[in-house]
């Protein structure tokens, strides 16, 4: 897919702040620090459009990303649904935020991912070094049990040598089955195609 823009929009902390124009929603989603920042400004060849750190647990709102509008935001015609929307969401599993910010990860992403009807694919990430976390497991089965089109982005392929990499990749496909598994580096670009070709059959 050819990007000829991509905007910020805004970074949601309630629901009443989710865009209203009805413009379909690719999502994010997995533990923090797994790249998930990273790995949107690498498909949009960006470098800092969406804030990435090393600092896990940076990204504590959901952040809307306008991709291929007709206009820029700034001039667009309030009848303009052109384009569509990457949500950056924030990460899950950082065992240093208080309890009540956990808390209120889970509600925040929960409410989108199961009442988001525009949400056309989610992309988990998985980080491809280790074995897939408890919870990287228990959002995957939500996905599949909630019949959510999603495929699953192995990250930071480029810190394994190809064999150690197809071991993992074999090892994550078997911990989840029913998913496409693609193995991506943002920082070689190495998976860029094969993620774009997906995100465009589903918005075909
Ligand atoms: P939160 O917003 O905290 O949930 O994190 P995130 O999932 O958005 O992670 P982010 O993209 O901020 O990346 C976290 C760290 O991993 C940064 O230091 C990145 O530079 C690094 N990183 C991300 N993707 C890759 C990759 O493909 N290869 C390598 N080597 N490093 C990566
Ligand atoms: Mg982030």
Redesign the pocket.
């Known amino acids: 897919m050819k990007i000829t823009s991509a905007e910020f929009l805004k970074s949601a902390f309630e629901r009443r702040h989710w865009p209203l124009e009805a413009r379909r929603e690719v999502a994010f989603l997995?533990?923090?620090?797994?790249?998930?920042?990273?790995?949107l400004n690498s498909l949009l060849q960006r470098k800092a459009l969406?804030?990435?750190?090393?600092?896990?647990?940076?990204?504590q709102s959901i952040n809307f990303f306008l991709i291929n509008a007709k206009y820029p935001i700034a001039t667009a015609p309030a009848t303009d649904k052109s384009g569509f929307y990457f949500v950056?969401l924030?990460?899950y599993g950082?065992a240093k935020v208080s309890k009540s910010m956990r808390a209120d990860w889970g509600k925040m992403a929960e409410e989108y991912l199961s009442d988001r009807e525009r949400l056309a694919l989610c992309i988990q990430?998985v980080d491809s070094r280790h074995k897939p976390s408890p919870l990287d497991l228990q959002l995957h089965e939500w996905l599949t049990f909630n019949e959510k089109r999603h495929i699953v982005v192995a990250?930071?392929?480029?810190?394994l040598s190809s064999s150690e990499l197809s071991k993992q990749l074999r090892l994550i496909g078997a911990e989840m089955p029913e998913s496409k598994v693609i193995p991506?580096?943002?920082?070689t670009g190495k998976g860029r195609d094969v993620v774009w070709s997906e995100i465009a059959a589903t918005l075909a």
Do not use: I
């Open positions: 997995g533990r923090s620090n797994v790249g998930k920042s990273s790995l969406a804030r990435t750190s090393n600092t896990p647990g940076r990204t950056d924030p990460g950082y990430l990250t930071k392929s480029d810190k991506y580096s943002s920082q």
